[in-house]
T-cell receptor, first 114, second 111 residues
Framework: AQSVTQLGSHVSVSEGALVLLRCNYS??????LFWYVQYPNQGLQLLLK??????LVKGINGFEAEFKKSETSFHLTKPSAHMSDAAEYFC????????????FGSGTQLTVLP | DTAVSQTPKYLVTQMGNDKSIKCEQN?????MYWYKQDSKKFLKIMFS???????INETVPNRFSPKSPDKAHLNLHINSLELGDSAVYFC??????????FGQGTRLTVV
């Protein structure tokens, strides 16, 4: 069984400040890990993914995440927050089987303050 | 062209009714999914459908039934709708090692 824990359901940062959204996973097999972003009344858009290649993954809009097996973590960071980053962020894990069903964390609402 | 499209975007209906949500993809992916997002924004897999193999999340009531007329479509039929079915339903697709691509969602409100 797989699970994802996102610490902090709400995170607020000032514009220009570092963004850090935390994600820890549990998986009995080597996982694939994803970060998705959801803007209001929109679907989910992929930010980045880890699929057992490089442990530091760069995504769209300046986001990146680092896979740390020893810590079972996949935290999302961005050096400088922009107002347009305000959204809901979801960390997800899938196995490497044919179904590749995603198990999502509970989400983190990011607010960017002017 | 939208890669994964769902219709309708909004659906308001009365308890006890039967309704369907349609999903179409033009990505040529083999696997399609339905996810449910509840009022607290929690996302949970309902079904995955891969080359005619259906994998069902055991917590989904049997009032929900996916139907795939062809590889590009996966519709969701819901019988005897209940208030607790109100949610946003997302269709998604994937192929091989690619990430899942999501539709824009269907917001279902049962009154």
């Amino acid at each position: 069984a797989q699970s994802v824990t996102q610490l902090g359901s709400h995170v607020s940062v000032s514009e220009g400040a570092l963004v850090l959204l935390r994600c820890n996973y549990s998986s009995s097999v080597p996982p694939y890990l994803f970060w998705y972003v959801q803007y209001p009344n929109q679907g989910l858009q992929l930010l980045l993914k880890y699929t057992s290649a490089a442990t530091l993954v760069k995504g769209i809009n300046g986001f990146e995440a680092e896979f740390k097996k020893s810590e079972t973590s996949f935290h999302l960071t961005k050096p400088s927050a922009h107002m347009s980053d305000a959204a809901e962020y979801f960390c997800a894990v899938s196995d490497q089987g044919s179904a590749r069903q995603l198990t999502f964390g509970s989400g983190t609402q990011l607010t960017v303050l002017p | 062209d939208t890669a994964v499209s769902q219709t309708p975007k909004y659906l308001v209906t009365q308890m006890g009714n039967d309704k369907s949500i349609k999903c179409e993809q033009n990505l040529g992916h083999d696997t399609m999914y339905w996810y449910k997002q509840d009022s607290k924004k929690f996302l949970k897999i309902m079904f995955s459908y891969n080359n005619k193999e259906l994998i069902i999340n055991e917590t989904v009531p049997n009032r929900f039934s996916p139907k795939s007329p062809d590889k590009a479509h996966l519709n969701l039929h819901i019988n005897s709708l209940e208030l607790g079915d109100s949610a946003v339903y997302f269709c998604a697709t994937a192929q091989g090692n690619t990430e899942a691509f999501f539709g824009q969602g269907t917001r279902l409100t049962v009154v």
